[in-house]
């Protein structure tokens, strides 16, 4: 198991990260708005079942490369690093999506979309492999249990905010539209907590 203070930093930053409006949230939003709540809570289970399949493939992957070399671990943790800066600064800069785009579908169909976008997403794949070991300690061991503990409470969290969004999605739809600077402003507080994570593992002392 992680360390307290280690999951309460994870909590805080999870935080930051699940009830911004990200992708996940977005896509959940725009299904909902287009199709009804029972399609937003379809999707949001959908986004749930690709990130718990991208936990396991994590698990598996970069406990491999705790057992197989300390420095290849360590590697691994700056690339991480590299890549949350890099995704926080393409977050800030980006425009807002437009949430209109969003065409009606069944619930059915919508689950199998969410589902398969999560899992064959290759950002997707990579912000799991970058996120997960920034808060793995291997000196503590049973790092594939340490990493299984966070992979489920970033699902836990990430599902509960899209399933709030599924439920609430006409008043937060109508919010985010009357509302374009909040738009605007959510990739800038988004990026701010992804170079903040990459930043901190970067200047931190070896």
């Given amino acids: 198991m992680p360390e307290l203070h280690t999951l309460i930093t994870y909590l805080a930053v999870l935080t930051g990260f699940v009830f911004f409006p990200g992708p996940s949230i977005l896509l959940t939003l725009a299904r909902a708005s287009s199709s009804g709540t029972r399609v937003g809570v379809a999707t949001s289970l959908g986004i749930a079942l690709g990130d718990l399949m991208h936990t396991a ?14 420095e290849a671990f360590f590697v691994i943790k700056m690339l ?20 209109a785009r969003a065409r009606p579908l069944g619930a059915g169909r919508a689950f199998r979309q969410a589902m398969l976008a999560e899992l064959l997403n290759p950002k997707s794949a990579m912000f799991f492999l970058a996120f997960l070991p920034q808060f793995v300690d291997p000196a503590l061991g049973r790092v594939a249990l340490q990493l299984s503990v966070l992979g489920l409470l970033f699902v836990a969290m990430g599902t509960l905010a899209t399933l709030i969004v599924a439920v609430g999605a006409g008043r937060v739809s109508r919010i985010l539209q009357a509302n374009p600077a909040i738009r605007r402003w959510q990739g800038k507080v988004v990026g701010g907590v992804y170079c903040a994570l990459g930043l901190r593992l970067a200047l931190q002392e070896r």
């Fill in 57 to 70: 493939l994590a698990v598996v992957g970069i406990s491999a490369i705790v057992l197989a070399s300390a």
């Fill in 80 to 99: 991480g690093a590299g890549y949350l800066i890099w995704l926080g600064l393409r977050s800030f800069f980006e425009g807002a999506p437009d949430l």
